[in-house]
Each structure stands twice: as structure tokens, then as C-alpha cells.
């Protein structure tokens, strides 16, 4: 069974600017979730989509948005880019319920922001 | 707020001894945990997983212990191995909320 996929694996951008970023789960996982990783701060939870639905969304500002399409792949964008926006994101899917299925993780976007 | 902590950023240790990584939380809602390893250009990978009715969970070199009235996480790994060394977060949840994240434990297995 092919993992989580997510394109592209780096991306370098400029302050202002918007990016988008993809990630395609596991064949048959409904819940994608996004995270971003920074050093010193750990995963952040962004948000989790289920059935083309957002179900869960955390502390980040309204620059930061998502969607999912109905074959479970979901597109992470960030609009109006800042300098502290770099940093791993992490897509990850599971089954069904996110808070006890396990979610495997893609390998990550390396994103800059310059 | 950071609600899941891992305090030791590094941990060095020798090749079949046993590695130790903690893991603190506040909230008293949190009734499921994870440990996850992750390596270099990686996403992370799930290692082991406790609910809140259990105190221990085992499977083979790893068992997680966890003290509910200590707010306390622990993975204990025996024997280490190199192939161990690699960064381990833990994570935490309520039923049906999201998973909280702790900065990460590097973990260095000298052979």
C-alpha cells in the first residue's frame, strides 16, 4: 500500500507571496490533517479534514486554509507568506477518527519563506 | 501554551542499555497518547500508543508506562540500538480533539 504522499518536497517563496501545498493519504484514509513544524515548537496542529469537511482547526491565523477533495486528497494555502511561516508541513492520515486511529505521516514540505 | 512538554531536548546513550525519554501533560482531559520516531527528511512514524484505562504497553524493545496522577509519559526502550537514535515526539488527545505535540526528544544511540 503506497504512504502518504505530498508535493512538492521544497519550496522557496518569497515574503507577500501565496503557496499551495498537496497531499494525497493512504488509499481508503477519509481524515487528512496538516501540521507545522518549527524548531523549538514541535508539531502545530493547522487542521483536519474528513469527508471534504473541515472537523478540527487550530490556533493559526486565517492566512493559513485548506480544502479536500472528494478522492480524500486535500491541498493545504497560505496566503500573504511571512518570514515565520518557514517551516515543515506534515500532512497525515488515518481511517476515520483522528483521535485514536493512527495517522501516518507524509515525508513533509520544506517550505522558505525569504 | 504548550499542554504535551518534553523537557530533555538530547539524550545520549550506550548501545544495549536501556533509553528513557519522558513526556509531561496538563491536561487532565487527555485520555489517549502516542510515541512517534521520526528521522531525518522523514514524516514521523507511530511507535507505540496508550489509552488512559492502561498504565503500561508493551511491545517488544518498547513499553510506554504512563502516570495519569502525575501527568507523566514515559517510553522506555531495552536494549537500545543504533538504528534507535532519531527524534521521538509524544502526542496527546481528548476523544474526538486533536492531537497535541511535544517539541521532540533527540535520541543518540552510541554503538
Known amino acids: 500500500k503506497a504512504g502518504v504522499t505530498q508535493t512538492p518536497r521544497y519550496l522557496i517563496k518569497t515574503r507577500g507571496q501565496q503557496v499551495t501545498l498537496s497531499c494525497s493519504p493512504i488509499?481508503?484514509?477519509?481524515?487528512v490533517s496538516w501540521y507545522q513544524q518549527t524548531p523549538g515548537q514541535g508539531l502545530q496542529f493547522l487542521f483536519e479534514?474528513?469527508?471534504?469537511?473541515?472537523?478540527n482547526k487550530g490556533n493559526f491565523p486565517g492566512r493559513f486554509s485548506g480544502r479536500q477533495f472528494s478522492n480524500s486528497r486535500s491541498e493545504m494555502n497560505v496566503s500573504t507568506l511571512e518570514l515565520g511561516d518557514s517551516a515543515l508541513y506534515l500532512c497525515?492520515?488515518?481511517?476515520?477518527?483522528?483521535?485514536?486511529?493512527?495517522?501516518?505521516f507524509g515525508p513533509g514540505t520544506r517550505l522558505t519563506v525569504l | 501554551d504548550q499542554q504535551v512538554k518534553q523537557n530533555s531536548p538530547s539524550l545520549s546513550v550506550q548501545e544495549g542499555r536501556i533509553s528513557i525519554l519522558n513526556c509531561d501533560y496538563t491536561?487532565?482531559?487527555?485520555?489517549?497518547f502516542l510515541w512517534y520516531k521520526k528521522y531525518p527528511a522523514e514524516g514521523p512514524t507511530f511507535l507505540i500508543s496508550?489509552?488512559?484505562?492502561?498504565d503500561k504497553n508493551e511491545d517488544g524493545r518498547f513499553t510506554v508506562f504512563l502516570n495519569k496522577s502525575a501527568k507523566h509519559l514515559s517510553l522506555h526502550i531495552v536494549p537500545s540500538q543504533p538504528g534507535d537514535s532519531a527524534v521521538y515526539f509524544c502526542?496527546?488527545?481528548?476523544?474526538?480533539?486533536?492531537?497535541?505535540f511535544g517539541t521532540g526528544t533527540s535520541l543518540t544511540v552510541i554503538p
Open positions: 502526542a496527546a488527545s481528548a476523544k474526538g480533539g486533536q492531537f497535541y
Open positions: 479534514y474528513f469527508s471534504e469537511t473541515q472537523r
Open positions: 488509499s481508503g484514509h477519509r481524515s
Open positions: 491536561n487532565s482531559m487527555f485520555d489517549y
Open positions: 497525515a492520515s488515518s481511517l476515520m477518527d483522528r483521535s485514536t486511529d493512527t495517522q501516518y
Open positions: 496508550i489509552s488512559s484505562i492502561k
